[in-house]
């Protein structure tokens, strides 16, 4: 198993560009979230997904959009690059949706946006 | 609402000594409670969680954490540091909320071993 997988790993854009953040899962889990950590914080939740077509705004959704046409992809969208989208945003996922559940994180997309 | 509240943003120990690091959490309900860890260029791992029953956690790597209700805690320590314990570390609390899992991570502690 692969695990949670994101790409790119780094990327720099441009203030008003788009681009998609990548995520794959192949343990076949049902639940999938995005977060972003900016330095000094803690992960905050942008968007999530209890399954294959549902997905719902987490804390800080604003300048982001999400899909969620399978089990396996969940990509993050952002369509006009700020300067305050600059940070590293981690995918995750769960089997299940109990509270006493494991997260299992990706690796990472460092984002900078100029 | 739930909050996690990590004292100390950085935390120095040499090789060999005790790690402590301090986590407390406020929850209206029962918590389950958690502890990731972040090494370099890494996405977040469990290192060990308390959902019921014994409030001594053991995790990986020779971690544990105990959860002490009056105290509102869950602080994580390890006998002796390694090098290789060199790493951020977040606390997180959890609850079901609407049909998934909400977290709420404190700010984490980057844990520096020197030789």
């Known amino acids: 198993n692969a695990g949670v997988t994101q790409t790119p790993k780094f990327r720099i854009l441009k203030i008003g560009q788009s681009m998609t953040l990548q995520c794959t899962q192949d343990m076949n889990h049902n639940y999938m979230y995005w977060y972003r950590q900016d330095p000094g914080m803690g992960l905050k939740l942008i968007y999530y997904?209890?399954?294959?077509?549902?997905?719902d705004k987490g804390e800080v959704p604003n300048g982001y959009n999400v899909s969620r046409s399978t089990t396996e992809d969940f990509p993050l969208r952002l369509e006009l690059a700020a300067p305050s989208q600059t940070s590293v945003y981690f995918c995750?996922?769960?089997?299940?949706?109990?509270?006493?559940?494991?997260?299992?994180f990706g690796p990472g997309t460092r984002l900078l946006v100029l | 609402a739930q909050s996690v509240t990590q004292l100390g943003s950085h935390v120095s120990v040499s090789e060999g000594a005790l790690v402590l690091l301090r986590c407390n959490y406020s929850s209206s309900v029962p918590p389950y409670l958690f502890w990731y860890v972040q090494y370099p260029n890494q996405g977040l791992q469990l290192l060990l969680k308390y959902t019921t029953g014994a409030t001594l956690v053991k995790g990986i790597n020779g971690f544990e954490a105990e959860f002490k209700k009056s105290e509102t805690s869950f602080h994580l320590t390890k006998p002796s540091a390694h090098m290789s314990d060199a790493a951020e570390y977040f606390c997180a609390v959890s609850r079901q909320n609407t049909g998934f899992q909400k977290l709420v991570f404190g700010t984490g502690t980057r844990l520096l071993v020197s030789p």
């Open positions: 995750a996922s769960t089997n299940k949706a109990g509270a006493r559940e494991t997260q299992y």
């Open positions: 997904s209890v399954g294959a077509g549902i997905t």
